[in-house]
């Protein structure tokens, strides 16, 4: 049964830090590039952050640079987004995401991340 956990949400001040985690099981983890995308109340999914099956390359949205960090474990099979200098813009619910080449692709249930004073 395949499965992306996602944990590590929570409410938080801004200017602060978070680390979400996104466990994965069921599937190759190494075979499929892993990605990051959030969804905020009355707005469209938007990718985030994404990286390659090696963890050697990646790629972030204009809004995160420099801010936001993804990384992955493929011996452990999880993939991390590190958040910091969180803003009250990154309150949504974040998502990850694994596509393999072929085009099969699985998604998590989400963690709600609110940043606010």
């Known amino acids: 049964q395949v499965q992306l956990v996602e944990s590590g949400g929570g409410l938080v001040q801004p200017g602060g830090s978070l680390r979400l985690s996104c466990a994965a099981s069921?599937?190759?983890?190494?075979?499929?590039?892993m990605s990051w995308y959030r969804q905020a109340p009355g707005k469209e999914r938007e990718l985030v952050a994404s990286?390659?099956?090696?963890?050697?390359?990646?790629n972030y949205a204009d809004s995160v640079k420099g801010r936001f960090t993804i990384s992955r474990d493929n011996a452990k099979n999880t993939v991390y987004l590190q958040m910091n200098i969180l803003k009250p813009a990154d309150t949504a619910v974040y998502y990850c995401?694994?596509?393999?080449?072929?085009?099969?692709?699985?998604w998590g249930q989400g963690t709600q991340v609110t940043v606010s004073s």
């Open positions: 990286i390659d099956t090696a963890g050697g390359h990646t």
């Open positions: 069921g599937f190759t983890f190494s075979s499929y590039a």
């Open positions: 995401k694994g596509t393999h080449f072929l085009g099969f692709a699985y």
